[in-house]
């Protein structure tokens, strides 16, 4: 089955973004395919590649990079991170930041920015989308 | 492209939080996509569209305003539920009055605000293709 | 449908608004801090009668890390995270009450 997951929460603040990886995990382990995964709201900030945790801590955001090539069909994870609120929340790929006169940016690069419709799409797209929030 | 049956569950009061702001602009996004889209206001939700607010006290944008585009992109099922309404202290007097133009009934204005209870809303829910949750 | 709930009845009304809408068949499974809501509490009796019905599930990962495995109420089922999967696929819709 196709599934899709929305995110609405950042990293190590809340669950929401660990329960999503372990759910999007064991849906692969299944056979299952993770079509999309969509930040939304603070969920933007599981994308930052400056994420820098505690040694002896999960690396969130590497782990979601690292989910974003093992669906079992050997299609990739699509991370995808909405620019509008990447954008309001200092979360810029190069594109962005170029647009924006930013000298910097902080997009991991398993992790692309497009737009919401990218998050209707996968609704359409997919047999299930599930959301997780705070 | 296939039409399904979107649900948008709105539950949080604006200004607090990001998510009656950032939920509008997924359903002003979703119109582009003819679908059959639905607005569910429960619980605070119902303060997304108490009419009369003035953000002018807190530096913030006033975004109530557009939630009266909606009915001009053919968004108009909102569900409200009757429950949290009288909870609250409101009635259908103390919201926006959103209306669209019904095409199959010469363009006559109509109001795309349903009060309903909890049990219709369980009914609308169990139709629905996707859940969006904020 | 599958309703998922991640708050403590305690601190949120999303248990209270799920079980005003729920249908005759819809299944609700606890994560997160809403599995303190499959803890025996003052606020049990909410689930009791969905529970005896086979409807309630709640995260086993979940229940162990706030280490409450031993308090949990009758007739809730654990289940794993591919149980969580499962009932994705199983149940159509997902409605999450976050």
């Known amino acids: 089955m196709k599934i899709s997951i929305q995110i609405n929460e950042g990293p190590y603040q809340h669950q929401a973004s660990d329960t999503a990886y372990q759910f999007a995990k064991a849906a692969i382990a299944k056979g299952h395919e993770i079509f999309r995964v969509f930040f939304y709201h603070d969920g933007v900030d599981n994308a930052s590649r400056f994420t820098v945790p505690p040694q002896d801590d999960r690396h969130i955001v590497n782990n979601w990079a690292d989910l974003g090539i093992k669906n079992a069909d050997g299609n990739e994870v699509e991370l995808v991170v909405c620019v509008a609120a990447a954008l309001r929340r200092g979360m810029l790929d190069a594109s962005e930041a170029g647009k924006n006169g930013i000298d910097s940016n902080n997009i991991h690069p398993a992790f692309r920015i497009s737009g919401l419709g990218q998050l209707i799409e996968a609704g359409i797209q997919s047999d299930r989308l599930v959301v997780f929030g705070d | 492209m296939s039409t399904k049956k979107f649900m948008y569950l709105n539950r949080k009061a604006p200004y607090g939080t990001v998510y009656a702001l950032e939920s509008l602009e997924v359903v002003l996004i979703a119109a582009a996509f003819e679908q059959d889209v639905s607005l569910v206001f429960i619980d605070d939700g119902v303060y997304q569209i108490v009419d009369g607010q003035n953000t002018d006290g807190i530096g913030m944008k006033n975004f109530s305003k557009a939630y009266h585009a909606l009915g001009d992109y053919d968004i108009n099922q909102l569900y409200v539920s009757a429950e949290s309404l009288t909870e609250r202290g409101l009635s259908v007097d103390d919201l926006m009055p959103l209306v669209y133009e019904d095409e199959d009934d010469d363009w006559a204005e109509k109001p795309s605000i349903k009060v309903v209870s909890n049990v219709e809303i369980s009914k609308i829910m169990s139709e629905q293709d996707v859940c969006l949750s904020f | ?98």
């Open chain 3, 1 to 98: 449908m599958l309703h998922t709930i991640n708050k403590s009845s305690f601190e949120r009304n999303s248990l209270q608004s799920c079980l005003n809408t729920i249908d005759d068949t819809s299944v609700i499974l606890l994560i997160e801090d809403g599995v303190i809501c499959a803890a025996n509490n003052a606020n049990s009796s909410m689930l009791a009668e969905l529970a005896t019905q086979g409807r309630v599930f709640a995260l086993q990962g979940d229940i162990d890390a706030r280490g409450i495995s031993s308090k949990v109420a009758d007739n809730i089922k654990l289940v794993d995270y591919a149980g969580f999967v499962d009932l994705v696929v199983e149940h159509g819709t997902t409605v999450s009450w976050v």
